[in-house]
Protein backbone atom coordinates (compact mmCIF):
# COMPACT_ATOMS: atom_id res chain seq x y z
CA UNK A 1 0.00 0.00 0.00
CA UNK A 2 1.39 3.46 -1.26
CA UNK A 3 1.70 6.16 1.68
CA UNK A 4 -0.30 8.47 -0.16
CA UNK A 5 -2.42 7.55 -3.27
CA UNK A 6 -4.17 9.89 -5.30
CA UNK A 7 -6.50 9.28 -8.62
CA UNK A 8 -4.19 10.17 -11.05
CA UNK A 9 -7.15 11.45 -13.37
CA UNK A 10 -7.30 13.28 -15.88
CA UNK A 11 -10.05 15.23 -14.18
CA UNK A 12 -11.77 17.53 -16.52
CA UNK A 13 -14.02 20.31 -15.62
CA UNK A 14 -15.44 23.17 -17.55
CA UNK A 15 -14.53 26.70 -16.87
CA UNK A 16 -15.93 28.33 -13.66
CA UNK A 17 -16.76 24.96 -11.95
CA UNK A 18 -15.23 23.44 -8.91
CA UNK A 19 -12.62 21.12 -9.35
CA UNK A 20 -12.50 18.74 -6.78
CA UNK A 21 -9.52 16.61 -5.69
CA UNK A 22 -8.66 14.07 -3.60
CA UNK A 23 -5.69 12.39 -1.49
CA UNK A 24 -5.69 9.62 1.32
CA UNK A 25 -2.98 8.67 3.31
CA UNK A 26 -1.91 5.37 5.34
CA UNK A 27 0.06 6.72 8.24
CA UNK A 28 -2.20 7.58 10.84
CA UNK A 29 0.04 9.68 12.74
CA UNK A 30 0.76 12.36 10.07
CA UNK A 31 0.01 15.69 10.87
CA UNK A 32 0.99 17.72 8.45
CA UNK A 33 -0.66 18.38 4.95
CA UNK A 34 0.06 19.75 1.77
CA UNK A 35 -1.06 20.68 -1.93
CA UNK A 36 1.54 21.68 -4.47
CA UNK A 37 0.62 22.35 -7.94
CA UNK A 38 2.95 21.29 -10.74
CA UNK A 39 2.85 22.72 -14.36
CA UNK A 40 4.72 20.41 -17.06
CA UNK A 41 8.14 20.70 -17.06
CA UNK A 42 8.45 22.77 -13.81
CA UNK A 43 9.07 22.02 -10.35
CA UNK A 44 5.97 21.72 -7.64
CA UNK A 45 4.80 25.35 -6.47
CA UNK A 46 2.89 25.04 -2.65
CA UNK A 47 -0.52 25.91 -2.99
CA UNK A 48 -1.06 25.33 0.52
CA UNK A 49 -0.59 23.20 4.02
CA UNK A 50 -2.96 22.16 6.58
CA UNK A 51 -2.57 21.03 9.81
CA UNK A 52 -6.05 20.74 11.71
CA UNK A 53 -9.11 18.76 11.07
CA UNK A 54 -11.79 20.90 9.45
CA UNK A 55 -11.32 23.24 5.85
CA UNK A 56 -8.51 25.83 5.79
CA UNK A 57 -9.75 28.46 2.55
CA UNK A 58 -6.94 30.69 0.91
CA UNK A 59 -7.98 32.68 -2.23
CA UNK A 60 -10.07 30.13 -4.90
CA UNK A 61 -8.70 27.19 -3.07
CA UNK A 62 -10.15 25.00 0.06
CA UNK A 63 -7.96 22.14 1.89
CA UNK A 64 -9.70 19.54 4.11
CA UNK A 65 -8.37 17.57 6.18
CA UNK A 66 -10.54 14.30 7.90
CA UNK A 67 -7.94 12.47 10.17
CA UNK A 68 -10.45 9.76 11.49
CA UNK A 69 -10.86 9.24 8.06
CA UNK A 70 -7.14 9.51 6.93
CA UNK A 71 -8.32 12.01 4.03
CA UNK A 72 -7.46 15.35 2.69
CA UNK A 73 -8.63 17.14 -0.53
CA UNK A 74 -8.34 19.92 -2.10
CA UNK A 75 -11.24 22.62 -3.66
CA UNK A 76 -10.80 24.87 -6.37
CA UNK A 77 -13.34 27.16 -7.18
CA UNK A 78 -14.26 29.66 -10.27
CA UNK A 79 -11.51 26.91 -11.78
CA UNK A 80 -9.72 28.76 -14.62
CA UNK A 81 -7.91 27.05 -17.65
CA UNK A 82 -4.49 28.41 -16.09
CA UNK A 83 -4.98 25.76 -12.68
CA UNK A 84 -4.48 22.84 -15.87
CA UNK A 85 -1.97 21.10 -13.71
CA UNK A 86 -1.02 18.24 -11.80
CA UNK A 87 -1.81 18.63 -8.11
CA UNK A 88 0.62 16.91 -5.72
CA UNK A 89 -0.55 15.88 -2.24
CA UNK A 90 2.51 15.54 0.61
CA UNK A 91 1.83 14.09 3.70
CA UNK A 92 4.51 14.64 6.34
CA UNK A 93 4.99 11.62 8.70
CA UNK A 94 6.42 13.45 11.81
CA UNK A 95 10.05 12.71 10.54
CA UNK A 96 10.11 15.67 8.46
CA UNK A 97 9.95 13.48 5.47
CA UNK A 98 7.55 13.58 2.82
CA UNK A 99 5.68 11.21 1.22
CA UNK A 100 3.91 12.61 -2.52
CA UNK A 101 1.40 11.01 -4.12
CA UNK A 102 1.71 10.48 -7.70
CA UNK A 103 -0.65 13.17 -8.18
CA UNK A 104 -4.12 14.22 -10.16
CA UNK A 105 -3.87 15.94 -13.31
CA UNK A 106 -6.37 18.74 -13.79
CA UNK A 107 -7.61 20.20 -17.08
CA UNK A 108 -10.01 22.94 -17.44
CA UNK A 109 -11.64 23.54 -20.12
CA UNK A 110 -12.36 27.10 -21.56
CA UNK B 1 10.02 35.31 0.22
CA UNK B 2 11.19 31.14 0.45
CA UNK B 3 12.75 30.99 -2.88
CA UNK B 4 14.98 28.05 -3.83
CA UNK B 5 17.45 28.31 -6.79
CA UNK B 6 19.03 25.43 -9.17
CA UNK B 7 22.12 25.63 -11.38
CA UNK B 8 22.32 24.74 -14.04
CA UNK B 9 18.39 24.62 -15.14
CA UNK B 10 19.72 22.13 -17.99
CA UNK B 11 22.65 20.07 -18.63
CA UNK B 12 23.63 17.65 -21.38
CA UNK B 13 26.96 15.36 -20.71
CA UNK B 14 28.55 12.55 -22.04
CA UNK B 15 27.84 9.19 -20.58
CA UNK B 16 31.16 8.15 -18.16
CA UNK B 17 31.19 12.17 -16.95
CA UNK B 18 30.36 13.48 -13.49
CA UNK B 19 28.07 16.59 -13.16
CA UNK B 20 27.55 18.77 -10.08
CA UNK B 21 24.23 20.26 -9.41
CA UNK B 22 24.04 23.28 -7.11
CA UNK B 23 20.88 24.36 -4.66
CA UNK B 24 20.58 27.37 -3.24
CA UNK B 25 17.61 28.81 -0.18
CA UNK B 26 18.28 32.71 -1.50
CA UNK B 27 16.21 34.80 1.39
CA UNK B 28 16.37 32.03 4.30
CA UNK B 29 18.22 29.40 6.08
CA UNK B 30 17.52 25.97 5.32
CA UNK B 31 18.66 24.02 7.85
CA UNK B 32 17.25 20.95 5.62
CA UNK B 33 17.60 20.33 1.86
CA UNK B 34 15.88 17.37 0.07
CA UNK B 35 16.89 16.19 -3.51
CA UNK B 36 14.20 14.39 -5.35
CA UNK B 37 14.22 12.87 -9.11
CA UNK B 38 11.30 12.73 -11.42
CA UNK B 39 11.23 10.73 -14.36
CA UNK B 40 8.79 11.53 -17.24
CA UNK B 41 5.01 11.29 -16.06
CA UNK B 42 5.96 9.72 -12.81
CA UNK B 43 5.83 11.07 -9.18
CA UNK B 44 8.74 13.15 -7.29
CA UNK B 45 11.12 10.00 -6.07
CA UNK B 46 12.97 10.96 -2.90
CA UNK B 47 16.82 10.27 -3.28
CA UNK B 48 18.13 12.32 -0.27
CA UNK B 49 17.82 14.50 2.94
CA UNK B 50 20.33 16.41 3.90
CA UNK B 51 21.22 18.60 7.15
CA UNK B 52 23.69 21.18 6.96
CA UNK B 53 27.24 19.90 7.77
CA UNK B 54 26.12 16.44 8.19
CA UNK B 55 26.11 13.55 5.87
CA UNK B 56 22.72 12.99 3.86
CA UNK B 57 20.60 10.42 4.53
CA UNK B 58 20.03 8.53 1.79
CA UNK B 59 16.75 6.33 0.36
CA UNK B 60 16.47 2.92 -0.35
CA UNK B 61 17.44 1.99 -3.25
CA UNK B 62 19.63 5.43 -3.78
CA UNK B 63 23.47 4.90 -4.47
CA UNK B 64 25.59 7.21 -2.69
CA UNK B 65 28.41 6.80 -4.17
CA UNK B 66 27.41 7.61 -7.37
CA UNK B 67 25.14 10.51 -6.06
CA UNK B 68 26.98 12.86 -3.70
CA UNK B 69 25.48 15.07 -1.54
CA UNK B 70 26.97 17.85 0.01
CA UNK B 71 25.41 20.78 2.16
CA UNK B 72 28.31 22.57 3.36
CA UNK B 73 26.22 25.72 4.53
CA UNK B 74 23.11 26.71 5.72
CA UNK B 75 22.02 28.11 1.69
CA UNK B 76 23.80 25.33 -0.35
CA UNK B 77 23.29 21.95 -1.09
CA UNK B 78 25.11 20.39 -4.19
CA UNK B 79 24.28 16.80 -5.85
CA UNK B 80 26.90 14.98 -7.80
CA UNK B 81 26.13 12.74 -10.32
CA UNK B 82 29.35 10.58 -10.64
CA UNK B 83 30.22 8.77 -13.68
CA UNK B 84 26.88 9.64 -15.16
CA UNK B 85 25.01 6.78 -17.44
CA UNK B 86 21.52 7.45 -20.01
CA UNK B 87 19.84 5.96 -17.16
CA UNK B 88 20.53 8.73 -14.97
CA UNK B 89 18.42 11.20 -17.28
CA UNK B 90 15.98 12.77 -14.84
CA UNK B 91 14.69 16.19 -14.11
CA UNK B 92 16.44 16.52 -10.40
CA UNK B 93 14.61 18.92 -8.00
CA UNK B 94 15.52 20.23 -4.58
CA UNK B 95 14.23 21.58 -2.04
CA UNK B 96 14.35 23.18 1.65
CA UNK B 97 13.02 23.92 4.46
CA UNK B 98 13.59 26.39 7.20
CA UNK B 99 14.61 25.42 10.94
CA UNK B 100 11.27 24.52 12.76
CA UNK B 101 8.80 24.42 9.89
CA UNK B 102 8.11 21.75 7.93
CA UNK B 103 6.91 23.07 4.45
CA UNK B 104 9.44 22.52 2.02
CA UNK B 105 10.24 24.86 -0.92
CA UNK B 106 11.15 24.41 -4.55
CA UNK B 107 13.73 24.69 -6.82
CA UNK B 108 13.12 25.09 -10.47
CA UNK B 109 14.91 21.89 -11.13
CA UNK B 110 17.13 20.95 -13.56
CA UNK B 111 16.78 18.65 -16.59
CA UNK B 112 19.77 16.28 -16.78
CA UNK B 113 20.33 14.69 -20.40
CA UNK B 114 23.53 12.05 -20.65
CA UNK B 115 24.22 11.02 -24.09
Not at chain 2, 18 to 42: G, H, N
Not at chain 2, 86 to 107: K, L, N, R
Amino acid sequence: QKEVEQNSGPLSVPEGAIASLNCTYSDRVSQSFFWYRQYSGKSPELIMSIYSNGDKEDGRFTAQLNKASQYVSLLIRDSQPSDSATYLCAVNNNFNKFYFGSGTKLNVKP
Amino acid sequence: GAVVSQHPSRVICKSGTSVKIECRSLDFQATTMFWYRQFPKQSLMLMATSNEGSKATYEQGVEKDKFLINHASLTLSTLTVTSAHPEDSSFYICSASQGGEETQYFGPGTRLLVL
